[in-house]
């Protein structure tokens, strides 16, 4: 599985970025895509989640970004983006996709695993 983030860059505040996360898989690879997530990471701070959908469509936000930030897909272009309207100064930050999911294992039996893209940086300025 590969993710590949892009869309960052400097924005001023009140501005809008949309981030891009392409996903592609190995037609070999057994891995089952549960969510593909959006997180971030502002220096000197840990990595937090900003938003996720799930397999099934179902999307979840962060509290500081819920009516800001919308995540979406399109399955055809095997992409998930990040539409971030009003941006505020503390949006600045580096921005992950992570793709959480599992492979099978033994008879019936599953295995938890998520892979990370590179990341791409947000600043947002005054």
């Known amino acids: 599985v590969q993710l590949q983030a892009s869309g960052g860059g400097l924005v001023q505040a009140g501005g809008s970025l949309r981030l891009s996360c392409a996903v592609s898989?190995?037609?070999?690879?057994?891995?089952?895509?549960?969510?593909i997530g959006w997180y971030r990471q502002a220096q000197g701070k840990e990595r937090e989640l900003v938003a996720s959908i799930s397999r099934g469509g179902s999307t979840n936000y962060a509290d500081s970004v819920k009516g800001r930030f919308t995540i979406s897909r399109d399955n055809a272009k095997n992409t998930v983006y990040l539409q971030m309207n009003s941006l505020k100064r503390e949006g600045t930050a580096v921005y992950y996709c992570?793709?959480?999911?599992?492979?099978?294992?033994?008879?019936?039996?599953?295995?938890?695993?998520?892979?990370w893209g590179q990341g791409t940086l947000v600043t947002v300025s005054s």
């Open positions: 992570n793709a959480d999911g599992e492979f099978p294992w033994g008879v019936a039996g599953t295995l938890p695993y998520e892979y």
């Open positions: 898989v190995d037609t070999r690879s057994t891995f089952r895509i549960i969510a």
